[in-house]
């Protein structure tokens, strides 16, 4: 079965920090680039980050410019979405998902969710004092 799964979540205070993990089950993310995107209740999903296969390059949307950071470990399948300076505006569920990079390269076109086919369920960030 072909997953996504996300974890690292959870009530942080502003300022603070925290790592979320993006891992695939019955494929390997090595050969996809990886967004990453949030949702908070009752607004659009937003596009945070995303990297690429071929060369680790980025893409971070406004709002998390210079706070966020996203990188990849292909010896451990996994993609990374450092947080810090964490807001809280920041609170929502964040997703990610796999994009292949064949005419669409988010680093470049930015993050467009709809190139992207497989999603993960979820975790939730809450940045409350």
């Known amino acids: 079965q072909v997953q996504l799964v996300e974890s690292g979540g959870g009530l942080v205070q502003p300022g603070g920090s925290l790592r979320l993990s993006c891992a695939a089950s019955?494929?390997?993310?090595?050969?996809?680039?990886v967004g990453w995107f949030r949702q908070a209740p009752g607004k659009e999903r937003e596009g945070v980050s995303c990297?690429?296969?071929?060369?680790?390059?980025?893409y971070y949307g406004d709002s998390v410019k210079g706070r966020f950071t996203i990188s990849r470990d292909n010896a451990k399948h996994t993609v990374y979405l450092q947080m810090n300076g964490l807001k809280p505006e920041d609170t929502a569920a964040y997703f990610c998902?796999?994009?292949?990079?064949?005419?669409?390269?988010?680093?470049?076109?930015?993050?467009?969710?709809?190139?992207?086919?497989?999603w993960g369920q979820g975790t939730q960030v809450t940045v409350s004092s």
């Open positions: 998902a796999t994009a292949i990079e064949q005419y669409y390269y988010c680093s470049v076109h930015g993050l467009n969710d709809w190139e992207f086919d497989t």
């Open positions: 019955g494929f390997t993310l090595d050969y996809y680039q």
């Open positions: 990297i690429s296969s071929r060369d680790y390059s980025t």
